[in-house]
């Protein structure tokens, strides 16, 4: 990564300083400061940004949604407040998911009593399918 300026008085003459933490460091030759190239953070593919949006608006629960990407649930915590994502609100209903593959999911769909009473979506999670079912509280 190019170092366009001194972050500490913007001048453009400083040279190499070694390396720090597998980083090149920088002295500046007008004020003396030393200072790094700033580090490129790691970056969650937008698939799965999406995905878990997704399944927070299907009604999953972040630790949930967690444990099926793999990814943290801080991660997801902070993707909502970002993309500002409000989740519809509906207490008569509970969703409950499952992790199918290809055979298991078409067994499933054969059951005609799968299909009444709830709604059902079915979602793609890389080579297997999650299957989010709503049904209604009993009371």
């Known amino acids: 990564m190019k170092i366009a300026s001194c972050p500490n008085c913007n001048s453009e003459d ?10 090149q460091r920088f002295k500046c030759k007008s004020c003396g400061y030393y200072f790094s190239v700033n580090k490129i953070g790691k970056k969650i ?3 799965y940004v999406n ?13 949930e949604i967690e444990r099926i ?4 649930h801080v991660s997801i915590m902070n993707w909502v407040k970002k993309y500002n994502i409000k989740r519809p ?9 499952k992790i199918l593959n290809a055979s ?7 059951d005609v009593e799968n299909l009444s009473g709830a709604g059902v979506v ?3 999670l890389g080579d297997k399918f999650m299957l989010i079912k709503w049904e209604r509280f009993r009371d």
């Open 69 to 72: 990407l793999g990814i943290s």
């Open 122 to 124: 079915v979602t793609e």
């Open 14 to 23: 400083y040279i190499k300083s070694g390396i720090v933490n597998n980083r």
């Open 51 to 63: 995905k878990a949006l997704q399944l927070y608006l299907e009604g999953l629960t972040y630790r």
């Open 89 to 97: 609100y509906n207490s008569n209903y509970h969703p409950t998911y």
């Open 45 to 47: 593919d937008d698939y």
């Open 104 to 110: 298991e999911l078409s067994d499933y769909f054969k």
